[in-house]
């Protein structure tokens, strides 16, 4: 692997194409069904806005053992990349007795429930982790954390992971991992990890039918070792062996064999508050949980577990042609993060999806208000760099799309436009500066694809309307700007910063948000 600390990554041409080599891309284990020619998008990096990919050349059962790159360039290197949690992140940091906290990876905020808060008092990672509150409130119940928004863990392979604090040793049955819980307690059927009554007994349970534990039905180990202290608790589908495997601090327990995937799900909880109707009392502290797609610990193979928290959408993925997956583990590129909507910028009401790209305003107050968000990524005017994205509008009334800087309420009532130092186009057919409107365009209709081009040497902005320029709307802004978007209840919209193909094409000399 390369060094993190090193400056840049250059992918030279030479003749035949070189190949990366160990010096700069690792050819992982468990990777399976390439075919030569397949391509790898490697995700991060950019010379003159081209994406950074590569070629399979030679494969050896299916496995890669040959690459040559594409675009060559000079691109930045960053640290080496802690493994995706992708699906849901949960890192307990806030302040000591909160009793919310935020997913990572959606940017939503997640109410702890009853007799459960955030502590400063141990953490494993961060500032704080998830307290099971029997300390401070004798006798309370304590109900844990549910995710909600996941319905399905997919037909792939899947890892459900966190660290796990008990001093005193587990008391009485409760459930780690929870899916389908009604209300608090685990009773629906899914998925559940389960510590026995007497705090060396593991029990597994799960459910492709919805109807009964068809996969796993109370399989439990005995006797498995529990530290007093911080343990790394796991449980993985391996999809490419068709089995279910838990691990304890790095080594498995459970070893169920099953192709068979998990039904429908409408919840996920954090050690919920027992498994049987049963409210009971529990002390420890929970933290770095995650659900992400793919088998993180495969094979029943004995792991060493993380030693750092986790980063939402650090690693690289592959591939583009081909069925080959697994295969390949690189150095990230910059930037760390593909330019996507901020989950932190954002009013409360807007919800993200599809990899933080799509947006939906749930405001279903008797009085609507406006709801903004922000990229993640700004860019100042000065540059020569002449930058595109795409939105597409697909429902509901009052949208707007443009430009906003740094300290822009997002949560205000304020839409992007009202104020001096932000631009925008509105589904109306107007643009907006100052709280000035001005007829521009076309009313828009959905779904409708709205093109930005920003110059940033002269600052100019024009709007496209399903690929159709429809004029310069604004010239010579200056300073730093983040693509924005406001929107009323219903209102849903997609960006598209230059991963994915364009809908429409953009000028000559024009990239992607990146």
């Not at 629906?188 to 029990?203: D, E, P």
Request: charged residues 5%; hydrophobic residues 35%.
């Amino acid at each position: 692997m390369l060094n993190p600390g090193s400056a840049h990554l250059v992918l030279a041409s030479l003749a035949g194409g070189p190949k990366f080599g160990m010096s700069a891309l690792m050819i992982g284990s468990g990777g399976t069904g390439y075919t030569a020619g397949d391509v790898l998008a490697l995700s991060g990096g950019s010379t003159a806005g081209l994406a950074a990919s590569a070629t399979v050349t030679t494969v050896s059962g299916g496995v890669i053992t040959g690459i040559t790159t594409n675009n060559p360039g000079d691109y930045t290197i960053l640290p080496a990349c802690i493994p995706t949690a992708n699906l849901s992140l949960l890192h307990f940091d806030g302040a000591n007795g909160a009793t919310t906290t935020t997913d990572d990876n959606t940017g939503n905020t997640v109410t702890i429930a009853t007799g459960s808060q955030l502590s400063t008092t141990q953490t494993k990672f961060g500032t704080a982790s998830l307290q099971m509150d029997a300390l401070t409130n004798p006798g309370t119940s304590n109900r844990g954390v549910m995710i909600t928004g996941i319905t399905s863990f997919g037909t792939g392979g899947w890892t459900m992971e966190c660290w796990w604090y008990n001093p005193g040793g587990i008391i009485t049955w409760r459930p780690i991992f929870a899916s389908n819980a009604s209300t608090y307690m685990a009773v629906g059927y899914g998925v559940q990890l389960i510590w026995s009554s007497v705090g060396t007994n593991l029990s597994f349970y799960a459910s492709s039918n919805g109807t009964s534990w068809n996969i796993a039905d109370a399989v439990t180990i005995a006797g498995v070792a529990f530290n007093a202290g911080w343990n790394h608790v796991a449980l993985v589908f391996d999809a490419a062996a068709g089995h279910y495997y838990s691990y304890v601090n790095g080594v498995k327990q459970h070893d169920v064999t099953s192709a068979n995937t998990i039904c429908g799900i409408t919840n996920i909880w954090v050690v919920p508050s027992d498994y049987n109707g049963s409210e009971l009392t529990l002390t420890a502290w929970i933290d770095e949980w995650a659900l992400s797609s793919g088998c993180r610990y495969p094979n029943g193979t004995t792991f060493t577990p993380p030693t750092s928290a986790f980063t939402y959408n650090t690693c690289g993925t592959s591939t583009t042609g081909g069925t080959g997956t697994g295969a390949i583990i690189f150095p990230t590129w910059a930037p760390l993060k593909p330019t996507t909507l901020d989950r932190i910028t954002k009013s409360t009401y807007i919800n993200l999806s599809n990899g933080n790209l799509t947006a939906t305003c749930s405001d279903v107050s008797a009085v609507q208000t406006f709801h903004s968000i922000l990229a993640s990524l700004s860019k100042t005017v000065g540059g020569t760099e002449k930058l595109y994205c795409e939105v597409i509008y697909q429902g509901g009334v009052n949208f707007y799309v443009g430009l906003a800087q740094s300290g822009f309420s997002t949560g205000s009532d304020t839409f992007v436009g009202a104020n001096a130092t932000d631009y925008s186009f509105s589904s109306s057919g107007f643009k907006w500066n100052n709280n000035v409107s001005t007829a521009y365009g076309s009313q828009l209709l959905t779904p409708t694809t709205i093109g930005m081009q920003f110059d940033l040497n002269t600052g100019n902005v024009v709007f496209t309307i399903n690929g159709v320029s429809q004029g310069t709307a604004f010239t010579g802004l200056s300073g730093t700007y983040f693509p924005a978007l406001t929107e009323l209840d219903g209102v849903t919209a997609t960006m598209n910063f230059g991963a994915s193909a364009w809908a429409y094409s953009p000028p000559a000399g024009y990239v992607g948000w990146f």
